[in-house]
T-cell receptor, first 111, second 114 residues
Framework: SQKIEQNSEALNIQEGKTATLTCNYT??????LQWYRQDPGRGPVFLLLIRENEKEKRKERLKVTFDTTLKQSLFHITASQPADSATYLCALMNRDDKIIFGKGTRLHILP | DTEVTQTPKHLVMGMTNKKSLKCEQHMGHRAMYWYKQKAKKPPELMFV???????INESVPSRFSPECPNSSLLNLHLHALQPEDSALYLC?????????????FGSGTRLTVV
């Protein structure tokens, strides 16, 4: 069955360091991979989208990599700040429009 | 306007009640979605409207009934819900159903069924 795994349920990172979150998938051929941020009791906020033929995408302090051979995406936040604390969801969409979300990783940036 | 607006923000309803959730966007997006999210779980797709045509997640019970009056509005009609239906209900939109487009989510309706 199709499966998405995000590396850990929670991750603590010291302020100023780079936070790296992992999204692995099996039995799926995504055309696109997306990353969202979700704060408690709020809807997810779209951050970045990367296509299957792209290796890397950047937006300000955010960087996403996509390795279709390893079936893995890495999401990096550089110079992390306490305001970056949130749950981060990865989502995969295949060519049939089916989208599935990972369970998310709760990121805590410690001051 | 770059937002998806959902009302109400909170709703408490009894198992015999009928209520509706509302969602609105004015970004010209042609696809709109209803998602259900339980605590510490990922969003689960319930319904998709694309160009005002409905696609259903077959596992969604019939006590949930979507309606799309026009391309900017999406409703979710609720009837005879169960306590396990208590969750955060999220509306989202995207430029198109197919293609490399991120979703814009609303803030959600926190539904409690008593």
């Amino acid at each position: 069955s199709q499966k998405i795994e995000q590396n850990s349920e929670a991750l603590n990172i010291q302020e100023g360091k780079t936070a790296t979150l992992t999204c692995n998938y099996t039995n799926y051929s995504p055309a696109y991979l997306q990353w969202y941020r979700q704060d408690p009791g709020r809807g997810p906020v779209f951050l970045l989208l990367i296509r299957e033929n792209e290796k890397e995408k950047r937006k300000e302090r955010l960087k996403v990599t996509f390795d279709t051979t390893l079936k893995q995406s890495l999401f990096h936040i550089t110079a992390s700040q306490p305001a970056d604390s949130a749950t981060y969801l990865c989502a995969l969409m295949n060519r049939d429009d089916k989208i599935i979300f990972g369970k998310g990783t709760r990121l805590h940036i410690l001051p | 306007d770059t937002e998806v607006t959902q009302t109400p923000k909170h709703l408490v309803m009894g198992m015999t009640n009928k209520k509706s959730l509302k969602c609105e966007q004015h970004m010209g997006h042609r696809a709109m979605y209803w998602y259900k999210q339980k605590a510490k779980k990922p969003p689960e797709l319930m319904f998709v409207y694309s160009y005002e045509k409905l696609s259903i997640n077959e596992s969604v019970p019939s006590r949930f009934s979507p309606e799309c009056p026009n391309s900017s509005l999406l409703n979710l009609h609720l009837h005879a819900l169960q306590p396990e239906d208590s969750a955060l209900y999220l509306c989202a939109s995207s430029q198109d159903r197919w293609g490399p487009y991120g979703y814009t989510f609303g803030s959600g309706t926190r539904l409690t069924v008593v």
